[in-house]
């Protein structure tokens, strides 16, 4: 029912939208897309430099010592995003929300609350057929999750990223064990990382029945005025209690722009799941 109401041929392409990310949000993940995925694919060539398709990449890449540049040019910019972000969330907790408590602990907070705890049982007897679909608001309990996956990211590969990018540095203050046992986390984790972004998170964004194919409204967003009623219901009844819904209302973006778009958010949906592949593929048929 739900991925009819919002099928592209049942919604009409020149009826009003609902802004729902700033143009500074939708850079912020464009540029964590193109890093991360640069990311995953040099450090999985060097993780499985003995296979066939990273031996490819590798020659691709200019070799491991090419692989080796991109791989740290995408980590500083994945870095200046987060700490963008940050400064981000500071510049909007004076301006919009006036104190910390508000921004954490406000109704849009992306901190676990028990209504994320009463939207997943929820959402298990919705899909159990159970129970109505959860009214969710302004964020679902899954974003929340991805969101702060980001932030443990950052610690364990970023952190282990830097000891093994200035060895010389960390070994002044630590053991020369710390290498090691960076380079263990640094690879595993970002084994495990890459593996739930390119299945879990791919799967929560795009390949859900009500988003599939793909969910551009991180891209453009904003969302049909339609689809967010019955995506954000609880968000939606919030506004029109303000009377604020006119200051979400804007005209969706030319086709071209669109198209545009969709290149982009298919060139990295098919880059990822291709290195699903490529990795299953090394693990189970070519593991050394």
């Not at 890093?35 to 491991?64: E, R």
């Not at 980590?75 to 700490?83: D, E, H, K, W, Y």
């Not at 609350?113 to 057929?129: H, N, Q, R, V, Y």
Request: aromatic share 18%; glycine share 8%.
């Amino acid at each position: 029912m739900i991925s009819k109401l919002i099928d592209n041929e049942y919604i009409d392409k020149n009826e009003k939208q609902v802004i729902r990310f700033t143009r500074f949000n939708r850079i912020l993940h464009v540029v964590m897309i193109v890093s991360f995925i640069s990311l995953a694919l040099t450090g999985m060539t060097l993780k499985f430099s003995y296979t066939g398709w990273a031996v490819f990449l590798g020659k691709v890449f200019g070799g491991f010592e090419g692989a080796g540049l991109i791989h740290r040019t995408a980590a500083v910019f994945l870095f200046g995003i987060f700490t963008a972000h940050i400064i981000d969330l500071f510049r909007r907790k004076r301006k919009e929300y006036g104190s910390m408590k508000n921004l954490l602990l406000g109704p849009n907070t992306m901190l676990p609350t028990k209504k994320d705890l009463k939207d997943f049982i929820g959402s298990l007897k919705w899909f159990l057929w159970l129970g109505p679909r959860p009214n969710y608001g302004r964020w679902t309990y899954w974003e929340k999750f991805d969101y702060f996956a980001v932030f443990w990211g950052m610690g364990a590969i970023g952190f282990t990223g830097l000891i093994l990018w200035f060895p010389e540095i960390f070994t002044l203050i630590l053991p020369g064990e710390v290498i090691n046992i960076a380079t263990i986390i640094h690879s595993d984790e970002a084994l495990l990382a890459t593996g739930f972004i390119f299945t879990v998170h791919f799967f929560n964004t795009h390949l859900r029945p009500e988003k599939f194919p793909m969910d551009i409204c991180i891209f453009t967003g904003r969302v049909p005025l339609e689809e967010f009623k019955i995506d954000r219901p609880a968000e939606y009844e919030e506004i029109m209690k303000k009377g604020e819904l006119g200051k979400y209302l804007v005209d969706p973006y030319p086709p071209i722009v669109i198209r545009v778009i969709k290149i982009f958010g298919w060139t990295a949906l098919s880059l990822g799941f291709s290195m699903v592949i490529w990795i299953i593929y090394a693990m189970v048929f070519a593991y050394q």
